[in-house]
């Protein structure tokens, strides 16, 4: 199935979450402890990282479009990735020499954050290309069509990562709202089949015509108004 930009399919989210379903009991076994936290956040950094690349995609074409070099969005989409892998390791290390509950919930908090920032990238790039595909020439070939995918896929993704944000959230100030419960499989499968599962597929689904690399020459420069 084909990717814009050679965006990393979702799937791989939903593959390792169920090899975690399947391995719960040998998960809980693993020691130090610190790398059950490593095996259960893992999945979400590549989450971000994955929709993150889209988010850019949709902002180079919105660039392009106004004749506006990309060269700093690309440089910047590699630096926040380096900058969040960083902090998300002094995390984890730091739980694992300092294990108390307040790094626990900042490393939760954490990536609530990630999800809230990357739901505020669709919700800008994703509406500012719906805008712009809207006043496109009508005799525009496919602009309807493409008009439709990307309301779509930026509603399911800010959606999701809204949804995650506040799960998180939760999660870090209530115990009983854990969201990785390795003795209860059927509730964090229905957790991720909402927020992660569900969404994938939809996106996947409704970007499958999309060729694996666009052009972006063929869009021409807009006025900014």
């Known amino acids: 199935m084909d990717n814009p930009k050679g965006l990393p399919v979702p799937e791989f989210r939903g593959q390792w979450g169920c090899s975690i379903f399947a391995f719960r009991r040998q998960v809980q076994q693993v020691n130090p402890p610190i790398f059950q936290h490593v095996i259960l956040d893992l999945p979400g950094l590549a989450f971000f990282t994955t929709y993150a690349l889209l988010a850019l995609f949709w902002a180079e074409i919105l660039y392009q479009a106004r ?35 307040s790094m626990l919930v900042t490393s939760k908090l954490f990536i609530a954050g990630l999800s809230f920032f990357t739901a505020l990238g669709f919700l800008i790039y994703g509406g500012r290309l719906f805008i712009m595909l809207k006043y496109f020439p009508i005799e525009s070939k496919g602009r309807q069509q493409k008009l439709r995918e990307v309301g779509r896929v930026a509603t399911i993704c800010f959606c999701c990562f809204s949804a995650r944000c506040i799960m998180m959230c939760f999660n870090a100030f209530d115990e009983e709202a854990d969201l990785d419960v390795l003795d209860h499989p059927v509730l964090n499968l229905f957790y991720y089949l909402l927020v992660e599962i569900l969404p994938s597929s939809l996106v996947l689904y409704i970007l499958r015509r999309i060729p694996a690399k666009l052009r972006l020459s063929q869009y021409h420069p807009v006025s900014s108004s």
């Open 67 to 101: 004749g506006i070099m990309t060269d700093r969005l690309r440089s910047g989409f590699y630096i926040i990735n380096c900058v969040v892998y960083a902090l998300q390791g002094f995390l984890w290390l730091w739980l694992w020499w300092n294990p108390n509950h």
